[in-house]
């Protein structure tokens, strides 16, 4: 089997980085949004759904704004994108997604904390996301708490979701 970013070898998984999003992200990026939801939402959205939701990745230009006017943190392994993170107004988490290859990994823990710090040292005291019924459990587990329900409607589906939100502890001093 070769080895691959999405398929690590047996020997050792290569550990994640984190970086600034780059223009020349967009395509890669769009790609691992349309992957994610094809894999990994299956069982919480229908086709449909699934469908509706890639949509949002088909004008990657505009995808590409949108992550641009955001604070975008992107994880690479092996300096291959396998998530990212955009934050908006340093307290909404508008979108987290991680390579279906790379999934259960620490990705998305890697991503979450790296906005969690940032909200914090921007002076944020909480952290809210409107998560998939896919990622409620994954922020669950990270301490956000459910606010409410919510219907979003792309074209002609719909999707759940549910407004999640967490206080963010204080920032630990750094000892000398």
Request: aromatic share 6%.
């Amino acid at each position: 089997m070769a080895k691959t970013p999405h398929a690590p070898s047996e020997e050792g998984l290569p550990r994640p980085a984190l970086r600034p999003l780059l223009p020349a992200d967009t395509e890669a990026l769009a790609a691992l949004f349309r992957a994610s939801i094809e894999e990994l939402t299956g069982e919480d959205y229908d086709t449909d759904q699934q469908e509706a939701w890639i949509r949002a990745a088909d004008d990657e230009a505009a995808f590409g704004a949108r992550l641009a006017a955001e604070l975008t943190l992107v994880a690479t392994m092996g300096g291959t994108p396998v998530g990212f993170i955009a934050l908006k107004d340093d307290a909404l988490i508008d979108m987290l997604y991680v390579h279906p290859g790379v999934a259960g990994q620490g990705v998305g823990t890697l991503l979450c904390e790296a906005g969690e710090t940032i909200a914090k040292a921007r002076g944020k005291d909480t952290l809210t996301v409107d998560a998939s019924d896919t990622a409620q459990r994954f922020f669950a587990r990270r301490g956000y708490v459910p606010q409410r329900r919510n219907t979003v409607t792309l074209g002609n589906a719909w999707l759940g979701n549910t407004t999640m939100q967490k206080t963010l502890p204080e920032l630990k001093a750094k000892s000398s």
